[in-house]
């Protein structure tokens, strides 16, 4: 995974204050799967978590502050499905524009994104390669 803390999230992405538990492993793991590997290549991520200080600028500028949005948006999400009772701070004013704030939060996450991806496609990162053939589908 990453080398991103609950703390780092935090600080990047979120206003008010909270408990850094309150923030579950699996919503980081799946804004990773769904969001950060596609923009990467599962082949990119896999360098990036062999050699993260290779990478070091990549992780630093572009992932973990990407990242951190999109944990922010499925974390609102969550808190959204599970209990509106319990809304940050933040997100007070009205029920009704807890979609809205959503989708401000989703359009930063992608934004941050974008630049990833600028800099992914500016910068070259070597992919490996494979002296491996494929014939008919399968590699010999």
Not at 69 to 79: A, E, I, M, S
Not at 88 to 96: C, I, M, V
Not at 108 to 128: D, H, R, T
Request: net charge negative; with cysteine; charged share 20%.
């Amino acid at each position: 995974m990453i080398p991103i803390t609950k703390s780092e999230i935090k600080q990047l992405a979120f206003i008010s204050s909270f408990e850094e538990t309150e923030l579950k492993d699996e919503i980081i793991s799946t804004a990773i799967t769904k969001y950060i590997i596609p923009a990467v290549t599962p082949v990119v991520y896999n360098l990036l978590i062999e050699n993260p200080e290779t990478y070091h600028e990549l992780i630093e500028t572009y992932i973990k502050p990407c990242l951190a949005f999109y944990v922010k948006y499925l974390h609102l999400n969550q808190l959204v499905l599970e209990s509106t009772s319990y809304i940050p701070l933040e997100y007070q004013d009205s029920k009704a524009n807890l979609k809205e704030v959503a989708t401000e939060i989703l359009s930063i996450a992608e934004l941050k994104k974008a630049e990833l991806s600028v800099y992914v496609k500016a910068n070259y990162i070597p992919i490996p390669t494979s002296n491996n053939k494929l014939i008919s589908g399968f590699l010999i």
